[in-house]
């Protein structure tokens, strides 16, 4: 099947378009960032096991699994807009619930449902992107965009830090539900709407099995036990073996994050003039090399040294993976393939926990950090023999 070519609209349109959702999404994830680091700490004070932590989180994590590739493949036949308005507007309400909740069910339920909430926004701005990137700068484009992500991502657990400091943990809920509403507003008067060229929906399995996707999937997974391991069990590693405190600790993980949204437009540049496949797997062992070496870290200026390796092998691979999704996505649907390709980074970032965590209870928390670093590594020289065939053809 031929490849679509992408939407045409004016360049008014394309000027708000894609400011509009950078604007939405970067509020959100700078949202999202505000009370990742205060959640733990709000479970606490409601009595919460370590088990009601992670139940919390992963209520977030399994509701997104299971509604992206579903509202991504409506999206692609019904039309974008409805559903980023729609999302914004329940994760906005979701927000302010943050304050009554009084038990670990309640906050658990309040994750769940803003998951779904979320999976009407990312995935499907991502797709609005992939529908105007123009053939050969997909890059580019996906790149540029990415970095609304990691910039809100890395800026926001720093914001709810000082705000929790300043204020309370209540203003910093009302900050993320403020910054939603910023984003709703945003994108009810400029997000322009249009519908997809796809009049049937792909069934889920025909994307799961696509040709085209199936590199990014394997990234995705693989990706999701990098990140998994980095997110949940970088503090932990970092206090008991780096001898960090909790704000250095903080403060690498925003280092990272940034290196990796720093990186997004140029790399993305890149992956348009480049072998996307090579950059993946640059990125990848970059990556892998940074986890292995956590172990033996000490002290704050070693482990900004592993933030900029792990960031910067974030910022080469990603836009690379996201272009090869969007070259996909003319033949299969843009919301349909990004939310497919999310769906999978949400499910590893489910699984991915468990399983180093019974790890690190059977060998210690340095064989989290080995283990992820293996399976990266087992997984590159995929995307090398890809590489390889790609440079043959070309």
Not at 122 to 142: K, Q, S, T, V, W
Not at 172 to 188: D, E, K, N, P, Q
Not at 317 to 323: C, E, I, L, Q, R
Request: charged fraction near 10%.
């Amino acid at each position: 099947m031929p490849l679509s070519d992408p939407v045409q609209i004016t360049d008014k349109d394309h000027r708000l378009l894609f400011t509009s959702l950078y604007a939405a999404v970067f509020s959100t994830m700078l949202g999202i960032g505000i009370v990742i680091p205060l959640l733990p700490r709000f479970a606490e004070t409601l009595g919460a096991s370590g088990f009601g932590i992670g139940m919390i989180f992963s209520s977030f994590a399994l509701s997104r699994a299971i509604a992206m590739p579903f509202f991504g493949r409506f999206s692609d036949t019904c039309g974008r807009r409805q559903f980023i308005i729609t999302g914004l507007f329940l994760y906005m309400i979701f927000s302010f619930l943050y304050i009554p909740a009084s038990s670990v069910l309640e906050l658990s339920a309040i994750r769940f449902f803003q998951g779904i909430a979320s999976a009407m926004v990312f995935p499907i701005a991502m797709a609005y992107i992939g529908d105007i990137a123009p053939a050969g700068m997909e890059g580019r484009y996906l790149g540029t965009f990415t970095s609304s992500l990691y910039l809100g991502m890395g800026l926001g657990p720093f914001l709810g830090g000082i705000m929790t400091d300043i204020a309370n943990m209540e203003m910093a809920f009302i900050c993320m539900a403020a910054l939603t509403g910023v984003a709703l507003l945003t994108s009810f008067l400029f997000l322009p709407d249009y519908r997809g060229r796809k009049r049937v929906q792909t069934p889920l399995y025909h994307l799961l099995v696509h040709p085209g996707l199936r590199i990014p999937i394997l990234y995705q997974m693989m990706n999701a036990f990098a990140n998994g391991t980095f997110m949940v069990f970088l503090p932990v590693i970092a206090a008991h073996i780096g001898n960090l405190s909790t704000g250095e600790t903080g403060l690498v993980i925003s280092i990272s994050i940034l290196s990796t949204a720093l990186l997004q437009k140029v790399c993305g540049g890149f992956a348009d003039r480049y072998n996307k496949y090579l950059l993946i797997a640059t990125g990848c062992i970059m990556v892998a090399i940074a986890l292995a070496l956590v172990p033996g870290f000490e002290g704050l200026w070693a482990y900004i040294l592993f933030a900029f390796i792990m960031g910067a092998g974030g910022g080469i691979s990603v836009p690379a993976m996201y272009a090869l999704v969007t070259i996909a996505g003319r033949e299969v649907g843009q919301g349909g393939a990004m939310g497919t390709i999310n769906m999978v980074m949400s499910t590893g970032m489910i699984i991915s926990p468990i399983i180093c965590g019974m790890f690190m209870d059977q060998a210690g928390i340095s064989s989290v950090f080995f283990l992820s670093a293996a399976i990266v590594l087992v997984t590159t020289p995929v995307f090398l023999s890809k590489a390889s065939v790609f440079s043959r053809r070309t």
